[in-house]
């Protein structure tokens, strides 16, 4: 089974600081892994995806995540937070013998402090 | 092109009435997944069409909801007898096939209200 762990379930940041986003998976297969933003009353939008070729992802809006085997994780940062980043982040992983459902984490809610 | 669309956006219902939810996938993407978004569970997958296969339902709460999805397009949720523990957002998502290396498009969602 496949499973996330959003090790934070709100982070605060000041603007033009960085963010780091937590996030730990289990899978018993080699995993794709994404990372979805949902801002206040729109849809999962996604930011980034890792489907076992380079270790380090870049995504949308200055978003990077790097997947590290050996510490099951795939925590997203970004070197300097802006206002419109506040939103709730999801850590996500997809089942490949379950016709890639994803299994969602918890969340991240992200608050910018101007 | 077009996103996922999803109708109606809210919709309002008192316990015991059915309801159903339409989703409108991306033209030409063979899969497509219902996701719920509540408070006390999360985000939960809860079901798979892919193409003419058979669905996988793996997902669904109870016996109360079912999915079909006709001529590979379009697709609708229904639920029978509501509770207010339905109450939630329910997503769709489509994606051009089943693979790790696709990805999945969603829709805004449909905010359900079980009175």
């Known amino acids: 089974a496949q499973s996330v762990t959003q090790l934070d379930s709100h982070v605060s940041v000041s603007e033009g600081t960085p963010v780091l986003l937590r996030c730990n998976y289990s899978?018993?297969?080699?995993?794709?892994l994404f990372w979805y933003v949902q801002h206040p009353n729109k849809g999962l939008q996604l930011l980034l995806k890792y489907t076992s070729a380079a270790t380090l992802v870049k995504g949308i809006n200055g978003f990077e995540a790097e997947f590290k085997k050996s510490e099951t994780s795939f925590h997203l940062t970004k070197p300097s937070a802006h206002m419109s980043d506040a939103a709730e982040y999801f850590c996500?992983?997809?089942?490949?013998?379950?016709?890639?459902?994803?299994?969602f984490g918890t969340g991240t809610r992200l608050t910018i402090i101007p | 092109g077009a996103g996922v669309s999803q109708s109606p956006s809210n919709k309002v219902t008192e316990k015991g009435k059915d309801v159903e939810l339409r989703c409108d996938p991306i033209s030409g993407h063979t899969a497509l997944y219902w996701y719920r978004q509540s408070l006390g569970q999360g985000l939960e997958f809860l079901i798979y069409?892919?193409?003419?296969?058979?669905?996988?339902k793996s997902g669904l709460p109870s016996d109360r909801f079912s999915a079909e999805r006709t001529g590979g397009s379009v697709s609708t949720l229904t639920i029978q007898r509501t509770q207010q523990e339905d109450s939630a957002v329910y997503l769709c998502?489509?994606?051009?096939?089943?693979?790790?290396?696709?990805?999945?498009?969603f829709g805004p969602g449909t905010r359900l209200t079980v009175l």
């Open positions: 069409f892919q193409g003419n296969s058979a669905p996988d």
């Open positions: 996500v992983v997809s089942d490949p013998v379950g016709n890639e459902k994803l299994t």
């Open positions: 998502a489509s994606s051009p096939g089943t693979s790790g290396s696709y990805t999945q498009y």
């Open positions: 899978s018993s297969y080699s995993p794709s």
